[in-house]
């Protein structure tokens, strides 16, 4: 298991060097998305989806 997760790791990072990507913006830009979108106010103990 583990070494398949590595092997998606280097993949991701190996694309997002050729991409060009910064890969530290886009992770930090999608876990403030998902913050603003499922508030852990609003769904701690529920699996809920959200609207």
């Known amino acids: 298991m583990y070494e398949e997760l590595a092997d998606v790791m280097i993949y991701c990072i190996q694309m997002a060097d050729m991409l060009g990507v910064d890969l530290d913006e886009i ?24 609207e």
């Open 27 to 50: 992770i930090r830009s999608k876990m403030a998305k998902n913050a603003r979108k499922y508030p852990v106010e609003a769904s701690r103990g529920s699996s809920a989806k959200a």
